[in-house]
């Protein structure tokens, strides 16, 4: 009997012990069933590992930001990024009450998947076939968790035995906003298969329309236009300008300049308009469509005080403002971008994604054309920075440097920007 109840207990703690040892592969499983995930008997995936992340969030380009670096983290995990949500509002203080906005009614997925094919892979919850198989991975976040703890947790996370689960799921507070491990050019191939779904880069067309069709009216009064109408539209340049001048800007970057010891941050409307005056060598009569947050709309004075032959036009003088009211925050800022891209000539903020994405993709434009040359009015995208002083005192030539080891210049902002 002794023997018996001593060889019982033997097999108890035996029992106990692989049960311990197994456990962890679940232990971070919610086991919540998701409807999301189906079991399509088409799909062949069996094999294919996914990345899942939390909704991301803040402006359109902190945004893109943060969504280039899930899918360089899943890259780096071997995995398909999970389709994620973006955020079309800005109430980024309160995360529950962002509206989530899927990625593929801003981006066009298959466009994505066709351009970035080889080098990263965005999934659809649809393809999961194991939907149990799962790892949370938290990630950390404040001072204490540094990139190099990042780091060091991504590649003990690319290998055994985490790379067996069928999904990962990134959970944690903003993940991908802060910490970068990529160079400037990883960044760069994945913005190049970020297309916008045609519905927006239609409004885009109308507004940059809109934009030619009063710079030609104004160019007929100088120089009567001969040609076809319809050629010459899309000859006749613009200026786009984007004035980070609004109150909650102007009050943060006050503060950025005294933290980290810089004066060229902040720029009133008043230094905006002279540095774009001295532009040397702009042709005018020229529109010139000033990207500014709607609450300026009712300032008139942005549109004031501009230099001879420059003249100044926003949305709500465009008369394009019901266009952009259709649509959320970050279908507005989407429509704003495409339309300060395509300009002849961009002027912005070296601190601001906005601009600095814009400047990023106009380099890269120049770059696919082999331009040896990227600033300066004879090359075909150029671009300024009007919080740096330039030529004549004029706003500084402008190029991404796409040798950059990482997007720090970009997504924190910086005074030390050229034309390499
Ligand atoms: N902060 C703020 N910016 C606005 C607002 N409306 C328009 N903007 C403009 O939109 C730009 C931000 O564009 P987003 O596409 O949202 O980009 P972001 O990711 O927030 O990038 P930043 O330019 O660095 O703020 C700002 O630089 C503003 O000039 C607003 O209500 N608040
Ligand atoms: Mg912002």
Known sequence: MNSLAYKCAAFLVIALMIRTLWLPRFSNFRGIPNSRF???PNLDNEKSKFLEVPQIVWGLNNQK???ARACLTARMLNRTLLMPSLSASLFYKEVEQLRSISFDKVFQFDEFNARCGGFVRLGRYSEVSNTRDVFELQKGSGRRWTVDKDLQQLREFSKSPYDEYQMIRVVGKNPFLWHDHWPTR??????????LVEEISREADKVVSKIREIGMVERSRVAPLQNNVNATLQTIPYVAVHMRIEKDWMIHCKKLEHRLNISEICSSKEEIKQRVGNIVGLETPIVMYLAVADDLLEDNSILEGWGEGLLPYEKKKLGVLDKYKKHPYLIQSAIDYEVCLRSNVFVGNTFSTFSSLIVLE???LMMSEGAAQRC????RWPSYAYNLEGESNGPRGW???????SLQAISYGSNHVSCT
Do not use: H, P, W
Request: aromatic content about 10%.
């Open 65 to 67: 930001i943060a969504f």
């Open 376 to 379: 300066g009015l004879d090359v």
């Open 186 to 195: 990883d960044y760069a191939k994945i913005f190049e298969c970020l297309v």
């Open 38 to 40: 189906s079991l399509d």
């Open 362 to 364: 106009r380099t890269q």
């Open 399 to 405: 190029a991404a440097n796409m040798s950059d080891v």
